[in-house]
C-alpha cells in the first residue's frame, strides 16, 4: 500500500519539476520575452548600473544602493540624476516606506 503511493508521489514531483522548468526567457536587446504558461513582455532594467549611478554622490552610497536596487526590482523604474525627479516613477516608488514609516528609495 505504501509503495504504490510513494510512486505516485515521486511521478507527480518529477512532472511539476519538468513544468516549471519550462520558462525559456530570450534577450532581444532592451526587452525580455518571457515564454512559457505566463508569456509576456518585461522591459530589461539594469538595476545595478543605474543605482550606481543615481546613488554614486549619497553620503552613504551603500545603503543608498541596496535601498534604490529593491525599488528598482519592485517597481521597473530608477529616477535620471543623482537625487530628486522620483515623480517620474510614479506612485510605487514615491509611495514605499520603510518599517519606521521613511520615504525607502533615493
Not at 505504501?2 to 522548468?21: D, E, K, R
Amino acid at each position: 500500500m505504501g509503495s504504490p503511493l510513494l510512486l505516485l508521489f515521486a511521478v507527480f514531483v518529477f512532472c511539476a519539476a519538468l513544468v516549471s522548468s519550462d520558462v525559456k526567457i530570450d534577450d532581444h536587446g532592451e526587452f525580455q520575452v518571457v515564454k512559457g504558461a505566463n508569456r509576456r513582455l518585461m522591459q530589461y532594467l539594469d538595476c545595478g548600473g543605474l543605482c550606481k549611478n543615481r546613488c554614486s554622490l549619497h553620503s552613504r552610497p551603500n545603503l543608498c544602493t541596496r535601498a534604490c536596487g529593491t525599488c528598482c526590482v519592485r517597481c521597473k523604474c530608477v529616477p535620471p540624476g543623482t537625487s530628486g525627479n522620483r515623480e517620474e516613477c510614479g506612485s510605487c516608488y514615491t509611495d514605499m516606506t520603510t518599517h519606521g514609516n521613511r520615504t525607502k528609495c533615493p
